[in-house]
């Protein structure tokens, strides 16, 4: 009943998501409505942590299992995607450099500014490292 109940929580987050998405006119998908209604109800404490647990980590181990009907999908599709094989590989290499350049700069942005603010002298270092 447990998990049922975790499942229920993570669906009807789900489908809030696909009400903002139809409702409101952004381009934003439906899975990112939820995914943002999910981490507002998990900071805010409005769904607490134990109750989405277990249920989260059995969807995290099926995951991979999620990502055949896509392999099928571009597998069927290979002839028309054959042409366009280069310069989708370029744009792919490419935006993925991008990302990772953005990704280390901000990061090093943000550690300089923590390492530079008076507040974080009087905190203690975080041992998790």
Same mark, same amino acid.
Request: glycine content about 6%; overall charge positive; charged content about 15%.
């Given at each position: ?5 975790? @499942? =229920?929580?993570?669906?009807?987050? +789900? ?9 409101? !006119? @952004?381009? #934003?998908?439906?899975? %990112?409505? *939820?995914? $943002?209604?999910?981490?507002? *109800? ?5 769904? !607490?942590? &134990? +109750? %989405?647990?277990?249920?989260? &980590? =059995? ?7 999620? @990502? #055949?009907? &896509?392999? $099928?999908? $571009? ?10 094989? #280069?310069? $989708?590989?370029?744009?792919?290499? &490419? ?13 090093? =942005?943000?550690?300089?500014? *923590? ?13 998790? =490292?």
């Amino acid at each position: 009943m447990k998990y049922l109940k975790q @499942f =229920f929580i993570i669906t009807a987050v +789900a489908f809030l998501g696909e009400v903002l998405h139809g409702v409101l !006119p @952004f381009s #934003i998908p439906a899975s %990112v409505y *939820g995914l $943002v209604l999910m981490l507002a *109800g998990l900071k805010s404490g409005m769904i !607490p942590h &134990a +109750a %989405v647990k277990d249920a989260a &980590a =059995f969807l995290i181990e099926v995951m991979p299992v999620m @990502f #055949i009907p &896509a392999g $099928v999908g $571009v597998i069927t599709s290979w002839p028309e995607l054959k042409p366009a094989l #280069i310069p $989708v590989s370029i744009t792919i290499a &490419a935006t993925t450099i991008l990302v990772m350049a953005a990704a280390g700069r901000i990061s090093q =942005f943000v550690i300089r500014r *923590g390492k530079r603010s008076p507040a974080a002298e009087k905190e203690e270092p975080c041992r998790n =490292f």
